[in-house]
């Protein structure tokens, strides 16, 4: 029997960990895997998109060509330097999360993206083949939801599965002490 799949956006802060309480309420840990997701910004100093793992991995022409006939002002190793770095700190920031949720009971999987949180996560609700989505919303309305916009908001107008939505409240975000599923 396959394992339901739920997406768990994340950016590292207690507001985002609400969605853990309802993680445990709706999804039993015995048939649901859940991947925690976090989309960080670009590294800083970085110009065009992550490279493709086939450099990260090992060497390309393009990256052994001198950088100065590619028209680049950077050193190249600088440029995968910075992308493995953010994405280091990223893992280790988000540890205590998977952590937490495979201690509940869960099988666990982390997703690390950089861009533009909505569509990199409906990409990966895409290329995950998701079941459903459980994420924090501040539950923003009128003028500060039109200034601020939702990624909440955006990507759940981006997939066609069940996008979940929590709101702020003050019961905890530890998983593990949930009533059992059922």
Sequence with gaps: MSK?????????????RMAF??????????TTHVTIAHVAPVPEGVTGPLPPPSVIAGWSDSVLMPW????EFEHPVYQSQAWVS???EVIDAMDDDVRRLGEAGYEVSLAVRF????????DLVDEEDVDAVVIATHGRSGLSRAL???????????????VIMVRPHDVGTDPAPLAPFG
Excluded: I, Y
Aim: net charge neutral; aromatic share 4%; hydrophobic share 40%.
């Design 4 to 16: 339901r799949k739920v997406l768990l956006p994340l950016d590292g802060s207690d507001f985002g």
């Design 21 to 30: 309480r309802t993680v445990g309420r709706l999804f039993d840990p015995e």
């Design 68 to 71: 100065r006939e590619r028209g």
């Design 86 to 88: 953010t994405r280091e």
């Design 115 to 122: 861009g533009d949180p909505a569509q990199e996560l409906a």
């Design 148 to 162: 601020l916009g939702s990624v909440a908001e955006r990507l759940l107008r981006m997939v066609v599965v069940p």
